[in-house]
């Protein structure tokens, strides 16, 4: 066995992951270069983490290995019933990728995925019971990949997403919750389709099904179903190559509605944890992402991006935003790359998360939750 098949068999095991959010758990861009550019990579495959968002986009990249690290930080802002809270995030995020070229017309190779939310007040809020308040979601997914060029030009990719998923909720004993954590595994399938389809122009079609996980025991009086499963999306992208310059754009649609625990509203009428039981009153997202990339010089490329979304949650379920703070839709996208040698190269991305307020009415009446996020990426590739 060579040292990339063997780097390749050991890479699910050197993540770990916790998560800030920007589309809800998910990140607006998977890849360091992709954060760079908005997030559109559906066409525009850059790096062995393109897995994440289109399985056929590996058939491009060749054999290499990518890991990356993602600085989160800014401040998180509720008023719940006149009781003022926040909590200055701080979060660091491992991101891994590693593909293989084993046939001129076949690649292998696995992706790994962070997504997640929390909020830790350091104290209770009365509105929901009478411990701190702490919330803690995060999701990882190891994604076997596998591609195939079925004409020149034309890739179709599958990916086997397995799934682990840990929950926290301290602090909500108003709600029924038990302070406890609970752990789940999960599984789902994610395809994809890849190529040219005139000189210059790509187009990425990718859709995932849900990712299916356990029952989580400590939570099911609370959560419908006991079910936390991570919901379907579809996507479709084009990239086009214009001498230096690279213009991609995505759209993305998210089913968070389907879902029962992120869709059934606060106030769905029935008891907590049956399947019509409160949830987070989420809608459904849909995604825009817009990036540019410019090769300024043989080693040096530059980059922007703009990814725009509606926002999933509305004001009238503003109140358990305040403990799963997944409400920033809109962010701007900054990154580089250079080319150290033939092999290696150093990418940086950084990401602004538009500032956003909920204001809650009806039922969430008195609640504001919201704040704004800062997001800095730095990325080591290798072709082998």
């Known amino acids: 066995m060579n040292r990339f098949s063997r780097l390749l068999l050991a890479s699910p095991l050197l993540v770990a992951t916790t998560a800030g959010a920007s589309n809800g758990p998910q990140y607006a861009g998977y890849g360091a270069q992709a954060m760079g550019m908005g997030g559109a990579a559906i066409a525009n495959p850059t790096d062995a983490v393109a897995a994440v968002n289109n399985p056929a986009g590996m058939g491009l990249v060749g054999t290499r290995i990518d890991g990356s690290l993602t600085a989160t930080t800014g401040q998180l802002r509720s008023n719940v019933q006149g009781a003022k809270n926040s909590d200055d995030v701080l979060v660091f995020v491992p991101g891994f990728g590693a593909n293989y070229q084993y046939r001129p017309d076949i690649t292998v190779g696995v992706a790994v995925s962070g997504y997640g939310a929390g909020i830790d007040y350091g104290k209770s809020v009365p509105a929901f019971g009478s411990s701190k308040v702490k919330s803690e979601l995060a999701q990882m997914l190891v994604a076997p990949t596998a591609t195939y060029e079925f004409q020149p030009g034309h890739y179709l990719g599958l990916s086997l997403k397995l799934g682990y998923e840990t929950l926290m909720l301290h602090g909500l004993e108003n709600f029924g919750a038990s302070n406890d954590r609970d752990h789940a595994l999960g599984a789902g399938l994610g395809i994809g389709y890849l190529g040219t389809i005139a000189p210059g122009l790509r187009l990425g079609l990718t859709y995932s099904s849900p990712v299916w996980f356990q029952k989580l025991d400590a939570h099911e009086d609370i959560i419908p179903n006991g079910r936390l ?129 909920t204001k809650g009415e009806g039922a969430s009446e008195g609640v504001e939750a919201g704040g704004e996020l800062h997001m800095l990426t730095v990325g080591l590739g290798y072709r082998f």
């Open 229 to 357: 499963n991570m919901p379907q999306q579809a996507g479709l992208g084009l990239a086009y190559d214009s001498g230096p310059w690279t213009f991609a754009f995505d759209y993305l649609w998210i089913d968070w509605s389907s879902e029962k625990a992120l869709a059934n509203s606060l106030t769905q009428g029935g008891p907590p944890g049956a399947g019509n039981g409160p949830g987070f009153g989420w809608r459904d997202q849909q995604v825009f992402r817009f990036g540019v990339n410019y090769h300024y010089s043989e080693r040096l490329q530059l980059r922007t991006g703009v990814s725009l979304a509606n926002h999933q949650v509305p004001d009238r379920e503003a109140t358990l935003v305040s403990i799963a703070p997944c409400n920033q839709p809109k962010s701007l996208h900054l990154g580089l790359t250079y080319q150290v040698s033939d092999q290696l190269e150093v990418t940086g991305a950084y990401m602004y998360d538009l500032r956003h307020i």
